[in-house]
């Protein structure tokens, strides 16, 4: 049984900083694959259908195993199943720098998408746990749990290129999954035996958590959240190169900028939390405030700076959203003990968002126009703000998200 927060050790800082470095580790996995598109097209042949299979492999792992990733972590132990996952990673992507034709490298990023979703699932079920992290804490480890995908795709775009081809930055990113499962096993205090694996339990839990409405309704926000945000940053260079007229290497420069961006609102979501304001608000004002900035993004309002100064602030406030969701998901629970269940639903619904923000917006592209890219993105911000109206109603939730 869980000690009460009155009673329970001081927050454990470096288990949270080891716990969002697995983060940042599993990120880099998702953010090698697109910064070294160009040399696996001219090593390995691919064309672009291919190279968007290597990582909209993970967004599909994600969407189909998000539930049953999170009753697998809730019974074997968050602790275990993230070291699981680093090792699944590291094992990925050693197959992938020795895969000697596409066939074995994606199903090496099968691998690899197993290990990310088990990591991202599994470190903030820890960082919900009392012996880590007290109560009056959570929200700032979550907005800092919550700059783990910015700041792994940031390194990655700028890392990429220092590499001399794909196969050393495989082995670099294998190397460092190893020494994060290390950090794990040393940092990260246990949780006690493993419960018996039981299948009707954990159906039971997984249809507990999604009768609970409230969890449903995160995993919602998070899917139209997804939706905008890599409904911009799957174009970001391209529209950047078509606007700015700037070379491939300055748009990933100015792309990698922009999604760093993310990571001040992550972190300002934690200050506000704290300080009083209440998720539903909050996420309400990020969600309508992307969708501003979208519009003036996607519509031939501005000039060049201009356009970019708000993918920047397009960034930076959408970063107060992933934050806001997951330190929700312990206080939207039905149980302490269902939280990685809720996780797991919260992130089947970014990656729902992340598979059709990207199609949904490029297929409107090439029919009509980046014009209507803004209309799909302001629509999805007026629905992400609707649901965070029905986060306040707690007739809807069972109990309201604080």
């Given at each position: 049984?869980?000690?009460?927060?009155?009673?329970?050790?001081?927050?454990?800082?470096?288990?949270?900083?080891?716990?969002?470095?697995?983060?940042?580790?599993?990120?880099?996995?998702?953010?090698?694959?697109?910064?070294?598109?160009?040399?696996?097209?001219?090593?390995?042949?691919?064309?672009?259908?291919?190279?968007?299979?290597?990582?909209?492999?993970?967004?599909?792992?994600?969407?189909?195993?998000?539930?049953?990733?999170?009753?697998?972590?809730?019974?074997?132990?968050?602790?275990?199943?993230?070291?699981?996952?680093?090792?699944?990673?590291?094992?990925?992507?050693?197959?992938?720098?020795?895969?000697?034709?596409?066939?074995?490298?994606?199903?090496?990023?099968?691998?690899?998408?197993?290990?990310?979703?088990?990591?991202?699932?599994?470190?903030?079920?820890?960082?919900?746990?009392?012996?880590?992290?007290?109560?009056?804490?959570?929200?700032?480890?979550?907005?800092?749990?919550?700059?783990?995908?910015?700041?792994?795709?940031?390194?990655?775009?700028?890392?990429?290129?220092?590499?001399?081809?794909?196969?050393?930055?495989?082995?670099?990113?294998?190397?460092?999954?190893?020494?994060?499962?290390?950090?794990?096993?040393?940092?990260?205090?246990?949780?006690?035996?493993?419960?018996?694996?039981?299948?009707?339990?954990?159906?039971?839990?997984?249809?507990?958590?999604?009768?609970?409405?409230?969890?449903?309704?995160?995993?919602?926000?998070f899917a139209f959240y997804s939706l905008m945000?890599?409904?911009?940053?799957?174009?970001?260079?391209?529209?950047?190169?078509?606007?700015?007229?700037?070379?491939?290497?300055?748009?990933?420069?100015?792309?990698?900028?922009?999604?760093?961006?993310?990571?001040?609102?992550?972190?300002?979501?934690?200050?506000?939390?704290?300080r009083g304001m209440t998720r539903p608000v909050?996420?309400?004002?990020?969600?309508?405030?992307?969708?501003?900035?979208?519009?003036?993004?996607?519509?031939?309002?501005?000039?060049?700076?201009?356009?970019?100064v708000l993918c920047v602030v397009f960034s930076?406030?959408?970063?107060?959203?992933?934050?806001?969701?997951?330190?929700?998901?312990?206080?939207?629970?039905?149980?302490?003990?269902?939280?990685?269940?809720?996780?797991?639903?919260?992130?089947?619904?970014?990656?729902?968002?992340?598979?059709?923000?990207?199609?949904?917006?490029?297929?409107?592209?090439?029919?009509?126009?980046?014009?209507?890219?803004?209309?799909?993105?302001?629509?999805?911000?007026?629905?992400?703000?609707?649901?965070?109206?029905?986060?306040?109603?707690?007739?809807?939730?069972?109990?309201?998200?604080?």
């Amino acid at each position: 049984m869980n000690p009460s927060p009155a009673s329970a050790s001081p927050t454990k800082w470096a288990t949270v900083a080891v716990i969002v470095a697995c983060g940042v580790v599993a990120a880099l996995q998702v953010g090698k694959a697109a910064i070294a598109g160009p040399i696996l097209q001219s090593d390995l042949g691919l064309n672009l259908d291919a190279l968007g299979w290597l990582t909209g492999i993970f967004a599909i792992l994600g969407v189909v195993g998000g539930i049953p990733t999170g009753a697998i972590v809730g019974n074997f132990g968050s602790r275990r199943m993230l070291a699981a996952g680093l090792l699944a990673t590291a094992a990925g992507a050693a197959l992938g720098a020795a895969s000697p034709a596409y066939s074995w490298l994606l199903a090496s990023r099968v691998l690899e998408g197993a290990g990310f979703l088990f990591i991202t699932v599994a470190a903030p079920s820890v960082l919900q746990r009392h012996d880590v992290v007290q109560q009056g804490d959570r929200d700032t480890a979550f907005s800092l749990w919550s700059c783990f995908m910015p700041a792994g795709m940031a390194i990655a775009m700028l890392a990429g290129p220092l590499f001399d081809g794909w196969r050393p930055m495989w082995w670099a990113s294998c190397a460092l999954a190893l020494l994060a499962a290390l950090a794990v096993w040393a940092a990260v205090p246990g949780s006690g035996a493993r419960k018996a694996w039981d299948w009707h339990g954990m159906r039971r839990d997984a249809a507990r958590v999604i009768s609970a409405r409230g969890p449903v309704l995160l995993a919602v926000a998070f899917a139209f959240y997804s939706l905008m945000f890599f409904a911009l940053f799957s174009f970001l260079p391209v529209l950047l190169m078509e606007r700015m007229e700037t070379t491939l290497r300055t748009a990933g420069l100015l792309s990698a900028l922009a999604c760093a961006a993310n990571i001040v609102g992550n972190l300002a979501a934690g200050y506000l939390l704290s300080r009083g304001m209440t998720r539903p608000v909050l996420l309400g004002a990020a969600s309508l405030a992307m969708g501003a900035a979208g519009l003036g993004i996607f519509l031939p309002l501005l000039p060049d700076t201009g356009t970019f100064v708000l993918c920047v602030v397009f960034s930076a406030v959408g970063g107060l959203v992933p934050a806001t969701l997951l330190s929700g998901a312990p206080l939207a629970a039905p149980a302490a003990s269902l939280t990685p269940v809720v996780l797991g639903l919260v992130m089947q619904g970014n990656n729902l968002g992340q598979i059709v923000g990207p199609v949904a917006v490029g297929r409107a592209i090439d029919a009509y126009g980046w014009q209507a890219a803004a209309l799909i993105v302001a629509l999805a911000a007026l629905l992400a703000a609707a649901t965070a109206v029905a986060l306040r109603d707690p007739a809807r939730t069972g109990e309201p998200v604080r």
